[in-house]
């Protein structure tokens, strides 16, 4: 269904929870096929998100902050 459709049916906020993730494994799918043609993910390499790249969008730096806090916090009980 559409969001316009479902916005039609008054309804305010609409998500997608599966289409990422089937995305993803349809992505998966083409690299495993890969390594079972070639023996190498090289060919796939440009496709790849960087290492940079995912921790810039998770925002690595605030999660390490994070782990860091709950570590001193239970290091000092």
């Known amino acids: 269904m559409t969001a316009e ?3 039609s049916l008054e309804h305010r906020m609409a998500i997608w929870p599966d289409s990422p ?3 993803a494994n349809k992505a998966q799918q083409y690299l ?3 390594i079972a043609r070639t023996g ?3 060919g796939k390499q440009g496709r ?3 290492r940079a790249a995912l921790y ?3 925002d690595l730096a605030s999660c390490d902050e994070l782990d860091s806090s709950i570590v001193a ?3 000092s009980i």
């Open 56 to 58: 810039d969008l998770i």
């Open 73 to 75: 916090s239970r290091l």
């Open 48 to 50: 790849m998100q960087t």
């Open 40 to 42: 190498s993910t090289a």
């Open 21 to 23: 993730l089937r995305v």
């Open 32 to 34: 495993y096929d890969e």
């Open 5 to 7: 459709k479902l916005q």
